[in-house]
């Protein structure tokens, strides 16, 4: 075995695993974990999203996506776009700037850090001298105004981070330059507000947190203004033509101060306390948005009841009478409003209301009535409830995926109709369909960049099981994992909760005006509904889906809406094994009678495993019409086209008492976990004693110093041991069935094939069954027969995660009905088949029907390593088109991925992939037909990788720089055809039209998305021709907004 | 429930099948009897002498002096049976607190040696002949030192036999840090060292395991490098032959090379302390790789439950080399046939392979086709 570890010097075989094998992971599915800051950039309609973690992610189109982690592990505490540019500020809690710009490098953008810097004070000032607390980039993007809780503000000259001291505005400087009987309060303390003029670059505003409100003359250093509020301020907002300052509080209210030329305004003439009478929570942040029809936009978080409401987490919105306060199930991290981003337009014209949540983005439509919620195209919120599944299908035949989406988009209903759509599909007739939906709706608002990545070759599906009694399937063809379809098990059983209770059970009349947002709901009703397992037939569309109390469920997708009764089984499989008592949880009880179901998966049999064990595995035939199901007491098969049990088979050994006791995850470690919990007790008191505050100085201290050095040392004392023991037939969970694996193949003799089913279990068993499915003229009228045809002990007696049989061509069986759609060449059932079993800790061929051991591969006897996840893959060449090979993926406990060959065992190459601590990660890994995987890198986002060199998916997109293009305008004033390589179907001839406001428009464009790019780079070069830098600028702006407001 | 031990008071009025103990702790005796032919459980005979000599809350070690003046450890039903039946006619038994019982292990001519130490160290070539004393019938090989010519002195490569044993290995590994000399002086590097070892099991018993000990190889692969569970996986799934290099802790005991152990000059009386009286002792050299994987455990396969007439039949070409690996040349031959029925015995007693099935329906192979 040995020589296997050899690298084996075949050159022609080396630069063959090159052209086949390649590791990359390539994108981040799903919400970022632990988002802690937010920007945005309406020049180039990308959002940002930082999180504690340090990284930043960068979203426009979709497809669109960037990512940049910094290199200190603190958290980003505020991100802001350099107006009009490709650059963005970070700001960490570590007090340091960070700036980050998008370079295009081979045609495609990369995110990448430029320079870091840390704002220094005077020697001998304190620490929060320095302190950021608000961070202004100036329009002339030269310049970063940072304020300070000292209440200064500091002036940074970019790109270089260079501090100009001379130009910084301390507080005393504007004291000085305050009128008497304003200098006489302390109203400084830190800078809360910093905004620059909309119209004016030369003027500022600072609003510092005692409630005054400056508004301050750069080039003349002076006080123009003054605002003073008896309430701590919160934050400000100066409305688009200057000529109004709206600033929140922390009572829960707001004031109004019109700016004028008067230097002093005596008392704020409206204000404003939306939720009083009673005491309220502060307004944190506020937006007052003017629109073309006069009654303006407010906009603010916060400020709800404190004694009633103060727990919630909520943005209000108002309109013209309108109100509703947007409950979110978690607390907001920050929010912004998309609006006209031509700053030369005359009104906001706000449309959207984005709001980053801790678990989730929700975004709201406002322009359209009853301000619905916008499904964004990603940064889907995978764990809505926990995952406790995944299950992946390549290659969806186009009509399943149809109706998929068709039964999905019956489910979105309540949101709003501007939705981002995914690349258009290749396939011509998709792509139609692709295409209407596209007319008919609105475009996706945060759209900024071109993504250039290949459509992807196939439609994938990636089916999630949650805690709540969910299957998710989301559309994984691409960089946007999308929600496509919810299927929801609840309804089958009688759960205490009404699964009608709908998002918004407020009545019409309630104040506040709370309105429920948003999917992330993590308490689930009953444990028991969770979902293990899932079996997806793409061809017949038949589903199977297994859960916590031992429900399988077998479901068929219908177009239409239906009402019917569930059949319901019961599977004893304990069969006649006496004496044992089920100590775990009890069997979930099914809604008697006929049930409605939407149109989608519809169950029609439910079979209960008794014990009500979790189930452990299942398979499902579809051209048997079979499935089976394994827990921890054993295995059983089921025929759903009779609707009747073909057998059970307990695995469980006399012996093990611990299987009985309950749901696996609560018994399995209760030794473990009580030594570890007593563990845990003593060091947190121990620590707990170290962090306590210091207490009166001398004896004591030092007494308990020594009891916490005792402690630490007892802690020392007890090292982690591990027990060395051969497995034995008496283990506990050997019975636990591990993989149910369906094949038609020779058990018997070498003559006959026919249907079998195998199975693997923990204790290193293979029991494989003969069986018979009647012809399908005689399908209902003869019973499916099934007799033990073999059993395997292997005598390492490790789990076995795998099983897996080879035809004559040492080619993995193809799945069912597979060739009956010409989608595989059929089996070679010539040559003599071949039976792969893994098990945790190695690999075996035997020869069938003898089942005479032909090969072996020892994977934890030579490198420590085990088994945990395993997949048959094929992988083509990057250079030969037709080229490829058949080999397992596998997913060790360490994290390493290795690629392991067919039918001969050896390993081929071998890339460390998860970190070996990340249990978690490990545990949800799932590998794709086409040698992809995705696992769980946080409970809110799967990382995709790639072992293929010809399967990837990765985002490649450009974001163009604003200033580039602009100088590029400038320079020679090109068509839009020389502006940029790329083809495009014809020339626009929508010049200066109204994109966003006309539906019209919306028609009269071409198909294709670039041409609509085209057309705003025309517009766009038009306009960069004035002289100034404002109207540079402007052009900027007015270029890569989303379509021209005054024309 | 012990109704096997007599106080020796009565001894006079029993038959001869009665066996005088005579148990020494300290310097204090005590006397008893035991049923030669029926001496009964280990377990029993442990409480019995530590009853007797009121020291039931002190953890120790038994020992008894055999016919050559050895003192051999009794720990375990089959050496217990041992030295009652081979007592003649007094079972001379020595009992050690456990702390001081590891410093001077057991093993042959260990008690004349703490007698007449002198004599001992000028006799060495004669107590050569120690080793060729015919092997009892019923004992197996447990384990031996391997490999001893290519590794340093200071390490050990120990092997561990689990086929027909009921034993369990029985020992813990725990994580450490080592001492090792690098280039540029000492260096703490971490390391993994045996932690505890089960009383009664096998790692125990062999005696050539101890507490401490580094593990420095798992099967001719080095742990350096690994985690602690990593070396766990790795040892679990070598358990069906486990090859165990380890820098002992107590450097004492160090098996001397064959050039050196001739000249009698070079002998310190500790560095005869690991001959053992169990065929452990046998030194086997260059353990040929083949020779690793050939005594590879098989699957069962069975055949169709729905016939239940077969038995599992290990073939007897893989069991001679299970066993034959562990055994020197010139073993009779009838020690061999005992621990294959051994082996038989304890495929049979798996409550998996009780279904009574008779020899010759169940397909056998042998071990794996290598590449």
């Not at chain 1, 499904?375 to 992946?392: D, G």
């Not at chain 1, 469980?652 to 299987?659: E, F, G, I, Y």
């Not at chain 1, 010409?822 to 190695?842: A, I, N, R």
Request: charged letters at 25%.
């Amino acid at each position: 075995m040995r020589r296997f570890l050899r690298p084996g010097h075949d050159p022609a075989r080396e630069r063959l695993k090159r052209d086949l094998f390649q590791f990359n992971k390539t994108v981040e599915h799903g919400f970022p974990h632990q988002p802690s800051a937010l920007g945005y950039s309406p020049s180039l309609r990308i959002l940002a999203i930082g999180t504690r973690s340090g990284a930043i992610k960068l979203y426009g189109a979709p497809g669109v996506e960037f990512m940049g982690l910094h290199r200190e592990n603190n958290a980003a505490v505020q991100i802001h776009f350099l107006p009009g540019q490709c650059r963005l500020v970070t700001l960490l809690d570590d007090n340091s700037l960070h700036l980050w710009s998008l370079k295009v490098k081979g045609g495609v953008s990369e995110l990448q850090e430029d320079e870091s810097f840390t704002l220094r004070g005077p020697p001998g000032a304190a620490p929060s001298a320095t302190q950021i607390t608000v961070v202004l980039p100036h329009s002339s993007c030269q310049l970063l105004y940072l304020g300070t809780e000292s209440g200064s503000v500091f002036v940074v000259q970019l790109p270089a981070f260079r501090a100009l001291e001379d130009r910084t505005i301390s507080s005393e400087a504007v004291l000085q330059r305050l009128p008497e009987e304003v200098r006489h309060r302390r109203a400084f303390e830190m800078v809360e507000a910093l905004q620059e003029h909309p119209r004016d670059p030369n003027q500022i505003l600072i609003g510092y947190s005692r409630g005054l409100v400056v508004i301050w003359d750069l080039q003349g250093s002076c006080v123009l203004c003054h605002f003073l509020s008896s309430q701590q301020l919160e934050n400000v907002c100066w409305q688009r033509d200057g000529h109004l300052i709206v600033s929140c509080h922390s009572d829960g209210g707001y004031c109004q101060w019109p700016v004028s030329s008067d230097t002093l305004q005596p008392e704020p003439p409206r204000s404003c306390v939306p939720y009083g009478p009673f005491p309220c929570k502060a307004i944190t942040k506020i937006f007052w948005l003017t629109t073309k029809q006069g009654l303006p936009f407010t906009i603010f978080q916060g400020g709800m009841p404190r004694a009633s409401y103060g727990d919630r987490h909520c943005i209000s919105v108002v309109h013209n009478g309108q109100q509703t306060a947007f409950d979110f199930t978690s607390r907001v991290i920050d929010f912004t409003v998309l609006t006209e981003a031509n700053p030369e337009a005359a009104f906001d014209d706000p449309y959207a209301l984005v709001v980053l949540a801790e678990e989730e983005l929700v975004v709201i439509d406002l322009q359209t009535a009853g301000w619905p919620p916008v499904q964004p195209p990603y940064l889907a919120s995978l764990h809505c409830s926990a995952i406790t599944c995944s299950h992946h299908v390549s290659n969806i035949p186009l009509k399943l995926w149809e109706r998929i989406i068709a039964a999905g988009s019956r489910q979105n209903t309540h949101f709003s109709t501007m939705v981002g759509l995914a690349p258009a599909p290749p396939q011509p007739r998709a792509r139609l369909a692709h295409e209407l939906l596209r007319h008919l709706l609105q475009e996706w608002p945060i759209n900024g960049g071109t993504s250039l990545a290949p459509a992807p070759p196939q439609r994938d599906l990636l089916l999630t099981g949650h805690e709540d009694g969910t299957v998710r399937f989301w559309d994984a063809s691409g960089v946007c994992l999308r929600l496509l379809y919810k299927l929801s098990t609840v309804r089958v059983f009688l759960t205490d909760t009404d699964p009608n209770d709908s998002l918004n059970a407020q009545g019409e009349d309630e104040w506040p005006p709370l309105r429920k947002v948003g999917s992330f709901d993590p308490y689930s009703d009953d444990p028991r509904l969770g979902i293990q397992k899932i079996f997806l037939c793409k061809y017949s569309g038949y589903l199977a889906v297994a859960g916590t109390a031992g429900q399988v469920l077998v479901l068929e997708l219908n177009d239409e809406e239906a009402e019917h009764a569930v059949e319901q089984v019961e599977a004893d499989l304990l069969q006649d094994q006496e004496g044992y008592r089920w100590k775990g949880h009890e069997r979930l009880c099914a809604r008697p009678g006929p049930v409605h179901f939407e149109p989608g998966f519809q169950p029609f049999v439910l079979v209960q495993c008794q014990p009500p064990a979790v189930v452990t595995s299942l398979a499902l035939h579809s051209e048997w019409r079979l499935v089976a199901f394994g827990t921890s007491h054993g295995f059983g098969l089921f025929d759903h086209q009779q609707r009747r049990q073909v057998f059970v088979k307990c695995t469980l050994h006399p012996n093990d008492q611990l299987a009985l006791e309950g749901p696996l995850s609560r018994v399995k470690s209760l030794k473990k976990s009580l030594r570890q919990s007593f563990r845990r007790i003593r060091r947190s008191r121990v620590s707990s004693r170290k962090r306590r505050p210091a207490g009166p100085p001398g004896e004591v201290q030092e007494g308990r110093s020594r009891a916490e050095r005792t402690g630490l040392q007892n802690v020392e004392l007890a090292p982690v041991q591990r027990k060395i023991e051969a497995r034995s037939a008496e283990d506990s969970f050997t019975g636990f069935v591990r993989t149910l694996y369906f094949a038609d193949t020779y058990l018997r003799d070498s003559f006959r094939h026919c249907p079998s089913l195998w199975a693997g279990t923990n204790g290193g068993t293979v029991y494989a069954f003969a069986l018979r499915v009647p012809p399908a003229e005689r399908r209902m009228d003869e019973p499916v027969r099934a007799e033990q045809a073999k059993e395997i002990q292997l005598m390492h007696r490790a789990p076995v995660v795998g099983i897996l049989v080879l035809d004559g061509h040492s080619v993995p069986l193809p799945e069912p009905l597979e060739v009956a759609h010409d989608l595989s060449k059929s089996p070679d059932m010539q040559g003599s088949h071949q039976l792969l079993v893994v098990s945790e800790e190695q690999f075996k061929v035997f020869a069938l029907p003898g089942v005479s051991a032909r090969l072996k591969l020892k994977l934890t006897a030579l490198e420590g390593s085990r088994v945990r996840r395993v997949g048959a893959a094929h992988f083509g060449s990057c250079r030969a088109e037709r080229y490829r090979e058949h080999h397992l993926a596998v997913l060790t406990n360490l994290g390493d991925i290795q690629v392991v060959s067919l039918p001969l065992l050896k390993p081929q190459v071998r890339y460390s992939c998860i970190r070996r601590e990340d249990v978690s990660g490990i545990a949800s890994c799932v590998f794709t037909k086409h040698g992809q995987g995705f696992y769980l890198i946080s409970p809110s986002e799967f990382e995709r990788f790639s072992l293929s060199t010809k399967w990837l998916v990765e985002p490649r997109c450009l974001v163009d720089s604003a200033e580039t293009k602009n100088h590029s305008r400038l320079c020679d004033r090109p068509g839009p055809e020389k502006a940029s390589g790329r083809a495009r179907n014809s020339g626009s001839q929508s010049d200066g039209e109204e994109r966003r406001s006309g539906p019209v428009m919306e028609h009269a464009l071409l198909n294709d998305e670039r041409v609509l790019k085209e057309i705003q780079s025309t517009l766009e070069g038009d306009r960069g021709s004035c002289g100034d830098w404002r109207s540079q600028r402007a052009a900027v702006g007015y270029g890569l907004s989303n379509g021209g407001g005054c024309s | 429930m012990n109704r096997s031990f007599h106080k020796s008071q009565t001894l006079r009025f029993y038959d001869c099948s009665a066996v005088e103990v005579k148990s020494k702790f300290g310097a204090e005796f005590r006397r008893f009897s035991l049923d030669r032919q029926k001496p009964g459980k280990f377990e029993d005979f442990y409480k019995l002498v530590v009853h007797t000599h009121h020291i039931s809350n002190t953890e120790v070690t038994i020992g008894y002096a055999d016919v050559h003046g050895d003192l051999l450890p009794i720990n375990n039903d089959d050496n217990f049976c041992k030295a009652v039946s081979s007592a003649s006619p007094l079972l001379r038994v020595f009992i050690q607190k456990r702390e001081e019982a590891e410093h001077c292990s057991f093993g042959v001519g260990s008690l004349s040696r703490r007698r007449r130490p002198l004599a001992l160290r000028e006799d060495g070539p004669r107590r050569r002949t120690h080793l060729h004393i015919g092997l009892p019938h019923d004992f197996r090989p447990v384990s031996s030192i391997i490999d001893v010519d290519i590794l340093p002195e200071t390490h050990r490569r120990v092997r561990l036999y689990r086929h027909g044993c009921q034993k369990p290995l029985g020992f813990y590994i725990r994580d450490g840090t080592s001492v090792r000399v690098a280039p540029q002086g000492l260096e703490k590097v971490p390391g993994i060292f045996i932690s505890r070892m089960v009383p009664g099991g096998l790692a125990e018993s062999t005696g050539l395991l101890a507490v401490d000990d580094e593990v420095l190889e798992v099967n001719g692969i080095e742990v350096a490098g690994k985690t602690l569970d990593q070396v766990t996986d790795m040892m679990i799934a070598n358990s069906h032959n486990l090859i165990v290099t380890v820098k002992p802790a107590n450097q004492r005991n160090n098996v001397v090379r064959g050039s050196r152990a001739l000249g009698s000059s070079g002998r310190s009386s500790d560095s005869t302390a690991s001959r053992h009286s169990l065929p452990a002792a046998h030194v086997l050299q260059n353990l040929p790789p083949d020779e690793m994987e050939s005594d590879e455990e098989a699957d069962v396969v069975l055949e169709g439950v729905l016939e239940p007439r077969l038995v599992p039949r290990p073939p007897p070409g893989s069991l001679a080399r299970v066993n034959g690996a562990g055994l020197a040349p010139g073993l009779h031959s009838p020690g061999r046939e005992g621990s294959v029925q051994r082996l038989l015995s304890s495929l049979r007693s798996d409550p998996r392979h009780s279904l009574a099935l008779p020899p010759g329906g169940v397909e056998e192979h042998g071990p794996a086709v290598t590449l």
